[in-house]
């Protein structure tokens, strides 16, 4: 179970539309995460899109004050924004290289995964032009299934990598699809080829007089790093888990995390309606009795995803309150409930659309669960011009 902090006392203090990223809560799963794998190894924080939505920037600078060793992107442009910020720690790109990209990625001083003959020799050639060596962390597909050469390949690619001017051979890698899932057995069974992957390159290290522990070997994403420590080898690779939220349901809940993104915003239109009032494209909700109906800024262009007509709700000054009618791109309905003869919500009032108010939370997990989708895909969907306020 993930907690979240309750910023509801300063919520007057943020943009009345805003994700509030608790660069507190972010550290302390960073740490929580080095307690449980050991101090001794090295962490690469997954910081591509733009920080799973909580900013890649402000992530790394985090980063770098701990003592991370690593970050890690999916894009060329991503690496290059992160420099330009002035970012200095070493950064792996994961994801496929395009030759039109190689130059603007050793320029940057970005290394890449790297996982065949051909792309070898393209960052060989590039480093050449560039005037600066190629760090490439060799990767092997042990069953995802996606980027990776064969097990049965990689010392040849080894071999290749170091016999290419300009290259350096800074790390050995794969990645596990299942690490997040109850049955332990097919992950299990990856990471004993990873193991046997990782002693022969070593091995061949030795033979070529390398230091082979120079090479670092890494495999363990959050799934990894929760419930399999055979995957921790020399560095681990958080993503989900430092922005607050378990990779899934099934996964082994071995560290405690908190959510680091509150998403708020206000009312702003307040107005009572007669029964059998419609309100929204589709005339889809109608109203049983005199009710309230709140308006929010906030719509499926902001990440309020559409799938929340007549379904989702937001704590409106801390009390769950239902959505009437369809999401707009821009703006969605509140029902307020009925308030004869009372004072109901006003406009200007504040809404948390996922976040703690007091005793009150809508879990990003909740959100994933009934959108039938992941908590990942939750935050990166926030869009950009919805601001960002760090505390």
Partial sequence: MTSAA???????????????????????????????VGRERKVLLAVKADGYGHGSIEVSRLAEEIGVAWLGVAL??????????????????????????????????????AYDADQLQLLSASAAR???SATVHLKADTGMGRIGAKPSDMVNLYRLASSLPGLKVGGVMTHLPVSDEYDLTFTTDQLSLFSQ???????????????????????????????????????????????????????????ELTEAMTFKTRLSFVKEVEPGTTI?????????????????????AD??????????????????????????????????????????????????LFGRWGQSYISQTEWARELRTITYEVTCRIDKRVPRVYI
């Avoid at 910020?85 to 995964?113: C, M, N, Q, W, Y």
């Avoid at 109608?286 to 719509?299: D, F, Q, S, W, Y």
């Avoid at 308030?339 to 200007?348: I, V």
Wanted: proline share 5%; net charge neutral; charged share 20%.
């Fill in 303 to 352: 990440g309020f995803n559409r799938l929340w007509t007549n379904r989702g709700r937001v704590l409106v000054n801390g009390i769950s309150r239902n959505i009437a009618g369809r999401v707009c791109m821009d703006q969605s309905m509140v029902d307020l409930g009925c308030h004869e003869g009372q004072s109901g919500p006003r406009s200007g009032d504040h809404a948390v």
């Fill in 130 to 132: 560039v005037g600066r």
């Fill in 197 to 255: 992957v990782v002693d022969a390159i070593r091995a061949e290290a030795v033979s070529q007089g390398k230091n082979p522990y120079e090479i670092i070997a890494h495999a363990a994403n959050s799934g990894g790093i929760l419930a399999h420590p055979s995957s921790w080898f020399d560095m681990v690779r958080p993503g989900i888990m430092l922005y607050g939220t378990y990779p899934s349901d099934e996964v082994e809940k071995s560290v």
């Fill in 76 to 113: 060329v442009s991503e690496g290059v924004e992160l420099r330009k910020a002035g970012i200095r720690l070493p950064i792996l790109k994961f994801s496929h290289t395009f030759p039109s990209e190689v130059d603007t990625a050793l320029g940057h001083d970005i290394a890449v995964a």
């Fill in 280 to 300: 929204s494209y589709g005339r889809t909700w109608t109203a049983p009795e005199k009710r309230l109906i709140g308006t929010i800024p906030v719509g499926y």
């Fill in 6 to 36: 309750d910023h509801s006392e300063r919520f007057d203090q943020f943009p009345d539309t805003c994700a509030i990223v608790d660069l507190g809560a972010i550290r302390r799963n960073i740490l929580g995460l080095w307690d449980r």
